[in-house]
């Protein structure tokens, strides 16, 4: 069956370091690909997506490119903030089963 | 516009006592879905919904859980009676189409504890 396997956290890193986690998957066809952001106290929303091989996603300076060879779909960004501290869940939905898999999601911190 | 609604946020019960959440999602998306996420785990789909048609319920324990929803709007997800094991965080989504790179947008989340 489809799944998602991401890097553990937690992720603690300075103001202005560069960021990634990591994120790999396995699944029966092709998958649109998603990164999901939680907030403290928030729900889920999504950061970025990318729907074919090569595709690139961007949002609030974080990238992460559909690599297809590599099933793969690590999330990057070149200086994080404090206010990037959060949980990024990585997930894919193939459209036979119209539903996200998900990864176990990776606690990301921040400090100045 | 508002987004998906879920109620209550937090829910502590005792072990084979009923509980419900409900959910309201975003005008007009016609498939809504229950995720359970385990601490530590990423969420896993329990049911979908397709208007008021239960279109995928493979994943829900059938035994002890039911789910609703009436008129293809607003949904219930029911567990009784409840077990320990079923302490988790239920999530509602809501999505316009059932495509495989739509968005789904979820809400808050009930926190579930039984003790």
């Known amino acids: 069956g489809d799944s998602v396997t991401q890097m553990e956290g937690p992720v603690t890193l300075s103001e202005e370091a560069f960021l990634t986690i990591n994120c790999t998957y396995t699944a029966t066809g092709y998958p649109s690909l998603f990164w999901y952001v939680q907030y403290p106290g928030e729900g889920l929303q999504l950061l970025l997506k990318?729907?074919?091989?090569?595709d690139k996603g961007s949002n609030k300076g974080f990238e992460a490119t559909y690599r297809k060879e590599t099933t793969s779909f690590h999330l990057e960004k070149g200086s994080v903030q404090v206010s990037d501290s959060a949980v990024y869940s990585c997930?894919?939905?193939?459209?036979?089963?119209?539903?996200?898999?998900f990864g176990t999601g990776t606690r990301l911190q921040v400090t100045l | 516009e508002a987004g998906v609604v879920q109620s209550p946020r937090y829910k502590i019960i005792e072990k084979k006592q009923p509980v419900a959440f409900w959910c309201n999602p975003i005008?007009?998306?016609?498939?809504l879905y229950w995720y359970r996420q385990n601490l530590g785990q990423g969420p896993e789909l329990l049911i979908r919904y397709e208007n008021e048609e239960a279109v995928d319920d493979s994943q829900l324990p059938k035994d002890r859980f039911s789910a609703e929803r009436l008129k293809g709007v607003d949904s219930t997800l029911k567990i009784q009676p409840a077990e320990l094991g079923d302490s988790a965080v239920y999530l509602c989504a809501s999505s316009a189409l059932r495509t495989a790179n739509t968005e789904a947008f979820f809400g808050q989340g009930t926190r579930l504890t039984v003790v």
């Open positions: 990318a729907t074919k091989a090569d």
């Open positions: 997930a894919l939905n193939t459209g036979t089963a119209s539903k996200l898999t």
């Open positions: 005008s007009g998306h016609n498939t």
